[in-house]
């Protein structure tokens, strides 16, 4: 079945800066993206997800990068602010009506002021 | 437009005991999946269904089960509970592609 590996777990900037979270998927027919976004006792938030037959796609301050021939994708945070403090998730699956997500492990995410 | 609502929010049960969770999806959506989320394993997937028919099952035992209703409304069902059922259960709701989930239930199992 499919493997989403997702790094780093932890990662911590200033106010402002950059953050970057990378993904890689096994399988190869995988077709769609989703990142979501998980505040402390709240569910996950989709907030921007990507296809495959599109190499970026960006939303304000986030965007999402996808490079299918090394299965890899990744979530682009620019000028962070303390409310982008939270978890969040990477998940692939074949976009088709019987396939399921599969997700990353997690990244939490801490910005300081 | 509503979102996903999953009721109750938290539940405190013993072990061997069984526990009922409801998820409503959002309104018109066929598709409710639902996963367990757990500090050390993360999201896993439990079981989706489609129009009242379970479509994919994930790799948990038999105590764990489902059904979903006519106007799409799921529930999950854990029997026999033991320790390790703690979590936070999560469901989400889709028509086509993209899933939104709910807030989850807290269950912990004493």
């Known amino acids: 079945g499919e493997n989403v590996e997702q790094h780093p777990s932890t990662l911590s900037v200033q106010e402002g800066d950059s953050a970057v979270i990378k993904c890689t998927y096994s399988?190869?027919?995988?077709?769609?993206f989703p990142w979501y976004k998980q505040e402390l006792g709240k569910g996950p938030q989709l907030i921007i997800d990507?296809?495959?037959?599109?190499g970026e796609k960006k939303d304000q301050r986030i965007a999402v990068t996808l490079n299918k021939t090394a299965k890899h994708f990744s979530l682009h945070i620019t000028e962070t602010q303390p409310e982008d403090s939270a978890v969040y998730f990477c998940?692939?699956?074949?976009?088709?009506?019987?396939?399921?997500?599969?997700f990353g492990k997690g990244t939490m995410l801490l910005v300081s002021p | 437009k509503a979102g996903v609502t999953q009721t109750p929010r938290y539940l405190i049960k013993t072990r061997g005991q069984q526990v009922t969770l409801s998820c409503s999806p959002i309104?018109?959506?066929?598709?409710v999946s639902w996963y367990q989320q757990t500090p050390g394993q993360g999201l896993q997937f439990l079981f989706e269904?489609?129009?009242?028919?379970?479509?994919n099952k994930g790799n948990f035992p038999g105590r764990f089960s489902g059904r979903q209703f006519s106007n799409s409304r799921s529930e999950m069902n854990v029997s026999t509970l033991e320790l390790g059922d703690s979590a936070l259960y999560l469901c989400?709701?889709?028509?086509?592609?993209?899933?939104?989930f709910g807030q989850g239930t807290r269950l912990t199992v004493v």
């Open positions: 989400a709701s889709s028509e086509n592609t993209e899933a939104f």
């Open positions: 990507i296809r495959s037959n599109v």
């Open positions: 269904y489609f129009s009242e028919t379970q479509r």
């Open positions: 998940a692939s699956r074949r976009d088709s009506g019987y396939s399921t997500l599969t």
């Open positions: 399988d190869s027919a995988s077709n769609y």
């Open positions: 309104s018109g959506h066929r598709s």
